[in-house]
């Protein structure tokens, strides 16, 4: 004898179930990895924002140092920290790249 309709239906909704357990496992551990992810991309910013001000000539009493003028190569250089800067916007183009593939894979597993 086949099995009931509603036999069926119980059945299916049971996979489901242990498929949403499954899935919701995974998904705590991605958000730890996110979060770890985005540890890491805030120390590196941190990081940046101090190389960058280390690096920046000194001025003496005589005034600013005279520096010669050179182009860095494009995304080679991140603006400077200031309030109500991004923090993606800060990073070079490639980093920024990082990040958005970071949540757009963050969105598709939580979507």
């Known amino acids: 004898m086949p099995p009931s309709p509603l036999g069926l239906l119980e059945e299916r909704r049971e996979v489901a179930r242990a498929r949403v357990e499954v899935l919701e496992v995974e998904l705590e551990r991605l958000e730890g990895e996110l ?5 890491v991309l805030e120390r590196r910013v941190v ?16 005034g600013p140092a005279e520096v010669g003028v050179r182009v860095p190569p494009k995304g080679a ?9 991004d923090p993606v916007d800060a990073l070079a183009p490639g980093y920024r790249r990082l990040v958005e593939a ?8 939580s979507g």
Do not use: I
């Open 35 to 39: 979060r770890s992810a985005r540890a």
């Open 47 to 62: 990081a940046v924002e101090e190389l960058v001000e280390a690096l920046a000539p000194a001025e003496d009493a005589a």
């Open 77 to 85: 250089v991140v603006p400077v920290w200031r309030e109500g800067l």
């Open 102 to 109: 970071v949540e757009l894979a963050g969105r598709t597993v």
